[in-house]
């Protein structure tokens, strides 16, 4: 199978896109495409006039889902971290996209070498819980 670099990030653009036409009038949205800033030309394609898109390396502390699940500061910002997942066939991908309210699996098709969304599926989550506290509350 011929899978290259620019596969892996052109599959997850098209849902980060689709992700950002979805959240139009939430005026700032915090992007990682496959662990890494999104390029100033995708960031230029999908900011609209309601939208600003921004590198999720801007915010400290936030830079993975990993520190986004520790820092609570995190939470208040509009951040989607977006990764390849697998190729499913040759021009079929799944790709995996976790924000602050909702979690999904997607999948990219690439026809005549341009990606487009195949499925876009996603669900609410409420936020992360501890279940176990270094010091538990006083009763």
Request: aromatic share 12%.
């Amino acid at each position: 199978m011929n899978l290259s670099a620019e596969d892996l990030d052109q599959s997850a653009n098209v849902i980060a896109r689709r992700f950002v036409d979805d959240s139009e009038g939430k005026k700032d949205i915090y992007l990682s495409i496959n662990y890494h800033d999104p390029t100033d030309d995708l960031k230029n394609t999908i900011t609209s006039n309601k939208s600003r898109v921004h590198n999720v390396s801007e915010l400290d502390g936030c830079s993975s889902f990993l520190e986004y699940e520790k820092n609570k500061e995190c939470h208040k910002y509009n951040i989607a971290y977006v990764t390849f997942e697998r190729m499913l066939f040759r021009y079929l991908s799944e790709v995996k996209l976790c924000n602050t309210s909702c979690a999904g699996e997607f999948m990219a098709i690439k026809v005549f070498g341009k990606w487009f969304v195949y499925r876009y599926h996603r669900w609410a989550v409420g936020p992360t819980m501890n279940i176990m506290e270094d010091d538990p509350p006083a009763k």
